[in-house]
């Protein structure tokens, strides 16, 4: 905090002033989201859901099992780094819920919350917890920079004129990510072992093994909520521009801080994908995706977080007694 941002904080009016503020944003979403909705054609959205054969939104549904299997995982690679004592179906029950609250409702309730409450409950100290889900947000990014690196330098979209940002600047992108991942395994390579303090939190170089692994999960996972998308819109948009949009939509859904991306998700493709795909089909497949991507995920989770909850109270109540 700098000292200007200190002396207006114990000012009265600066508290309300940010309230304010961020109430005039969210209402500018909403104003925007409201008027975008009026154009749009509501009918053919859900003829368009309703046309969905059934044998597609089973292999959807499978396709979204399979990344949030493959997420799930992630976290086991902490407690492999960490040695702590929870078991892999423990440490799995975790993820799978912390990133369900994670999609829903922002990365600081779901994926960070969610993760130090469940885990603390479950008897692991802060210094582990922050560990865990430090590599596990590591692989995550690690990922997504390869991918969209990729796909940016490989396979760069057709952006609208007010981005202000063609092909050329796409294809730097793509090169500056792939640079940052060549440069984590680099590091990893040459310091494997090395402990470095990060804001008082020690950071242990992985084994060039790990980052290969972390990024063989990671980006199976990217492909996978990808696949999701590209085959709810049955073939009609190549898969490597769905997934670019896909990417795109990710860092668009981080940057504003809107939870689930509400809205942010369906304003990217539709400004990506609307010349290839009619609007009222794409925004169809993007409300299917939600059910089964967002929504569904989130009642399985809150049925596991009670039960979690249960059995974390029941094994702190036993521990007494094995002492």
Known sequence: MTTRTARLAHR???PWLRRIAVWAFFGLIAW????QARAIDWQEVFDAMRALPAATLWLAGALAAGSFATYSTYDLLGRHLTRHPLGARTVMGVTFISYAFNLNLGSLVGGVAFRYRLYSRLGLPNGTITRVLGFSMLTNWLGYLVVAGVAFCFWPLVLPAEWKVGNGGLRILGAVLLLLAAAYFVLCALASGHVFRLRHYPFKVPSLRMAWLQLAMSCLNWALIGSVIWVLLQGAVAYHTVLAVLLVAAVAGVVTHVPAGL??????FLALL???VAQGRLLGVLLVYR???YLLPLGVATAAYFVTEL????WRHAMP???
């Open 12 to 14: 009265p009016w600066w």
């Open 274 to 276: 609307s010349h290839e």
């Open 321 to 323: 007694s094995k002492r």
């Open 32 to 35: 925007l989201l409201v008027s």
């Open 263 to 268: 809205g942010v998700l369906e304003a990217v």
């Open 291 to 293: 059910g089964l991507y």
């Open 311 to 314: 059995r974390a109270r029941r």
